[in-house]
């Protein structure tokens, strides 16, 4: 079992960058396939990133490919999404999941974080 805190959240303008982090306690997430999703008012909850496996292969969502980076940092036990290039329409709470590497779905999810981008 795993245990996941975000932080990094807050309010930033458009054009802005913010960096998320997830801390993990419990399992390596190195063991995990770890994931970001985000959920908008009145919206549904949509993948944003992932990185899972030894090497840390990684996949994004095609609206934020090229200005999201999603990375691990393994000693620290801690996965980070740097977002740069945010729009107001990417205003959301921001969710970090962890799950089965070989399975699709996540297991385990932390309590959000909320990140406001300003027109």
């Known amino acids: 079992q795993v245990q996941l805190v975000e932080s990094g959240g807050g309010l930033v303008q458009a054009g802005g960058s913010l960096r998320l982090s997830c801390a993990a306690s419990g399992r390596p997430v190195s063991s995990y396939a770890m994931g970001w999703f985000r959920q908008a008012p009145g919206k549904e909850r949509e993948f944003v990133a992932g990185i899972r496996g030894t090497v840390g292969r990684t996949n994004y969502a095609d609206s934020v490919k090229g200005r999201f980076t999603v990375s691990r940092d393994n000693a620290k036990n801690t996965v980070y999404l740097q977002m740069n290039s945010l729009k107001p329409e990417e205003t959301a709470v921001y969710y970090c999941?962890?799950?089965?590497?070989?399975?699709?779905?996540?297991?385990?999810w932390g309590q959000g974080t909320q990140v406001t981008v300003s027109s």
């Open positions: 999941a962890a799950g089965q590497i070989t399975a699709s779905g996540y297991d385990y």
